[in-house]
């Protein structure tokens, strides 16, 4: 036997869902949004632990820096299991033009790859691309580089001054993600090819990594445990941390795009407010019959509660399935063009998850009114009055905790529940602002009315109305645009700094490797292939040398006890300097550099940041290991360094005197034109052929594009919350579409023209869509000038253009809202629209 709660439930929904149609749309929207963002982050975690052994290039990878492995280390190593040796060092490739590029230079061992295989064009395999034949080695080389260089396969060109063949176009490296970012082309060739050009020679800034293949059935900690033991200063990481840093990005950008799914969630939560409203405003007769008849207001709520909760299973049904597709035409469309490998399928959690959101989302927006329904007494509805005041209920009640479980689950879900708590408290905060806005921009259209005339007059008084769009749509359009308009702001900003003040402010070239010996004379070379005098606001060399930081105060340092985010200089080597003139912009912020003749006691300059991460202060005693040995040194100045900017940005920076007599190599920095730089790199080629040259310029064209395809992804995600706002708005029209038919025909009898009535219901919805999208753009700016300046540390730029281009949106598609109800209150004849009450 059914319950009599369902029973009725069921015979009203024979009805159809006509009145539910914008509740289901807006459900549906924010939980494909959500579902989508989750299922394509899992696909791409899936597909880095399918393809884990591949990307490391074995089950561990040992690497150690400006040091190769000890003979005792190699046969230690070797007798873990199979292993793979390799190289890698930057070096300049010069073809017989004279043309020249930096590439990203690596050595193979005879053994690679353990693992995945090598895509090549022109050989058969990775022995076959690097052997020498005819006293010449070969090499694999990517397209790029043959572009840039002007060659062709078979063609011979140096790397440093190694002279090597071009046997193969380099495809694809199994490992190559595990490595990172490189800042030229690859070249891979032989271990020995890359021994024999001097590339290892002590000093230089090379890495040496060691790939094992354990045998079967070993333990992946009691090789890591065995690795410890052979290998000191070692970086070890196994296959199940074969990628880090992308895993760690494909976390944040799946909270940050699901983030946005769920503030189109918040937003359609007022759709899904006003279809509830609406429908139960449409059963006013019935719900009144019932209580006349002697049915207790739990009834009546229970046989709302199931149509409600029914349809809001099927909206989330729509949006699962919706979410769940998306990832699968993604990876149809764009999977072999995919730079992370992927394995698009259907993913049970990511579902789950978006489910819960959507149910929790449906509860907390609905229940309040199911509440006002119950709580209302029969004459009231027979009155058609269901507008009585919220009153504390169960109703109510469940609706709280629903809305506290929704922030919860997001918080609990994501990646960095203290940055989640922010946003969410930052969306209900902007949420309560809006809607205030909305409630307050009523009450000033009430008060202007009175000064109005005409078309203008009748829009101010329906924004004054009881059902004004001012507050039922308001709030959700406002929080679409902003989330557009941060969305918009943040990637303006970011992107000028990388196209336009980047290149202002950071050196167009890098120069590594230039022997200190020789400093000089490479000096003068760079200034005449400039053409010009170098002077310090142009042109800046120092020293470089890389080690660790070992001790604070007297005690050795371990990186654990330091948070994760200020741990980069304590757990690996770091660049350092000996530099005895006060630095341009040395960016002081307590102490005093010392003089340029000082000879006394080792004395540190350190970055803010490093020192904050472990308490250092002015007077501090710091232990370096540099060069094979211990360097104890007095902190002397704290300093903000620039990271990219044009000056001395070396995160420590000794007195000369501490590595006197060191043999050190130098960086250079220089400012120069496009022409400048094809010249210098040229000319460098004859005289310094292992200094490297680095062209910042590429490297920030480069990062502006990946910049844009990422910034288009997340445009897209933001404008899911802005169609959120537009179906409220549509929901708000449809639920006055009966009032407004009603209203439009009462101002034709009192003699109003079609003209009249078209115009004031475009003023009053164009308002609306100018209100909310203002108070959008100055919460968008709100929450992207911290982003911006305090997360990024950029320069602060205003996209006036998007700005006004998101001002216009909104109030031209609330204004067309406005026109769309005009046009369905007069598509009736008056005479008809007034007899039907």
């Not at 989330?316 to 490998?341: E, F, M, R």
């Not at 009315?449 to 007059?457: M, V």
């Not at 007095?634 to 360094?641: E, S, Y």
């Not at 109030?811 to 769309?820: D, H, R, S, W």
């Amino acid at each position: 036997m059914m319950p009599l709660s369902l029973r009725f439930a069921a015979r009203e929904l024979r009805a159809g869902v006509r009145g539910f149609r914008i509740f289901l749309a807006c459900l549906a929207l924010g939980v494909a949004a959500i579902a989508a963002a989750g299922s394509t982050a899992e696909a791409f975690r899936q597909g880095l632990a399918g393809q884990a052994r591949e990307i490391l290039g074995g089950d561990l990878s040992v690497s150690t820096h400006q040091r190769r492995f000890s003979p005792g280390e190699r046969a230690g190593l070797e007798q873990l299991g199979r292993v793979a040796w390799a190289v890698g060092s930057k070096a300049m490739a010069e073809a017989p033009s004279g043309e020249r590029r930096l590439v990203e230079l690596r050595g193979v061992s005879a053994g690679y790859p353990l693992a995945g295989t090598v895509g090549l064009q022109g050989a058969a395999s990775v022995a076959d691309a690097v052997a020498v034949r005819d006293g010449v080695a070969g090499a694999a080389v990517e397209a790029a580089l043959l572009e840039r260089l002007h060659l062709k396969l078979g063609d011979r060109f140096l790397v440093g001054n190694e002279p090597v063949v071009a046997r193969a176009i380099l495809l694809q490296e199994p490992d190559r993600l595990s490595r990172g970012f490189a800042l030229g082309p690859r070249v891979l060739t032989s271990l020995a090819t890359v021994e024999k050009g001097g590339f290892l020679a002590p000093g230089l800034p090379f890495a040496e990594t060691a790939r094992i293949a354990l045998p079967p059935g070993a333990s992946l900690e009691a090789g890591k445990a065995a690795v410890g033991k052979v290998v000191h200063g070692r970086r070890v990481r196994d296959r199940n941390d074969a990628a880090p840093g992308i895993r760690r990005m494909i976390d944040q950008l799946e909270y940050f795009l699901g983030f946005i799914g769920l503030a189109s969630l918040v937003a359609g939560g007022l759709g899904v407010f006003g279809a509830v409203s609406a429908y139960l405003e449409v059963r006013k007769p019935a719900i009144a019959t019932l209580k006349a008849l002697g049915a207790e207001g739990a009834l009546v709520r229970d046989i709302y509660l199931a149509q409600i909760g029914l349809l809001a299973a099927l909206g989330v049904l729509i949006g699962l399935a919706a979410g769940a597709a998306a990832p699968l035409a993604l990876g149809a469309l764009v999977q072999d063009k995919l730079p992370i490998p992927a394995l698009f399928a259907v993913y049970p959690w990511p579902l789950v998850k978006a489910a819960a959101f959507g149910l929790l989302s449906a509860a907390a927006f609905s229940l309040a009114p199911l509440g006002r329904a119950r709580a209302t007494p029969p004459a009231s509805l027979f009155r058609s009055d269901l507008s009585g005041s919220l009153r504390l209920g169960p109703e109510i009640v469940g609706a709280a905790i629903a809305a506290v479980g929704l922030a919860a689950l997001a918080i609990v879900t994501a990646p960095t529940p203290l940055a989640a708590g922010l946003m969410i408290g930052g969306v209900a905060v902007s949420f309560g602002l809006l809607w205030a806005l909305g409630w307050g921009a009523a009450v000033a259209a009430g008060r202007l009315r009175s000064g109005a005339h005409g078309p203008l007059r009748i829009g101010l008084a329906n924004l004054a109305g009881p059902h004004s769009a001012a507050r039922t749509a308001a709030p959700a359009i406002g929080l679409g645009v902003a989330l557009l308009a941060a969305v918009v702001l943040i990637q303006s900003s970011l992107l000028r700094q990388v196209s336009e003040i980047a290149p202002r402010t950071a050196p167009a070239l890098v120069f590594t490797d230039v022997p200190g010996d020789r400093a000089q004379a490479f000096d003068a070379e760079v200034a005449r292939a400039f053409g010009r005098r170098l002077t310090s606001d142009t042109y800046l060399r120092a020293p470089f040398v890389s080690g660790r930081i070992s001790g604070v105060r007297g005690t050795p340092v371990d990186a654990r006890t330091i948070r994760e985010s200020e741990r980069w200089a304590y757990d690996n080597d770091v660049s350092m300097s000996a530099i005895g003139p006060e630095p341009p912009s040395s960016g002081i912020v307590q102490g005093h550099w010392w003089p340029a003749n000082y000879a006394g006691p080792p004395l540190l300059a350190m970055d803010v940041d490093v020192a904050r991460a472990t308490d250092v202060k002015v007077g501090d005693t710091i232990t370096l290991s540099v060069l094979g040995r211990d360097i104890d040194a007095r902190v002397a100045v704290l300093r903000k360094v620039e990271f990219g900017a044009f000056g001395a940005s070396f995160p420590l920076v000794l007195t000369p005197s501490a590595l006197a007599g060191a043999d050190l190599r130098h960086v250079a920095i220089a400012k120069a034109t496009k022409a400048q730089e094809a010249a210098v790199t040229r000319a460098l080629g004859r005289d310094f052929p292992d200094v490297n040259v680095i062209s910042v310029r590429e490297q920030l064209e480069a990062a502006t594009d990946l910049f844009d395809r990422v910034a288009l992804a997340v445009r897209g995600a933001a404008a899911v919350a802005a169609l959120a706002g537009l179906l409220v708005l549509a929901g708000a029209i449809a639920a006055r579409a009966r009032a407004r038919v009603r209203e439009a025909a009462i101002l034709k009898v009192l003699g109003a023209s079609r003209g009249q009535i078209l115009a004031a219901y475009v003023l009053e919805y164009g308002l609306v869509g100018v209100i909310a999208g203002a108070a959008g753009v100055a919460l968008g700016y709100a929450a992207a000038w911290p982003v911006v300046v305090k997360v990024f540390q950029a320069h602060w730029s205003m996209d006036w253009a998007g700005v006004a281009a998101l001002l216009a949106g909104a109030a031209v598609f609330a204004g067309l809202g406005g026109l769309i109800a005009a046009f369905q209150a007069l598509s009736k004849r008056p005479a008809p629209a007034l007899r039907a009450d």
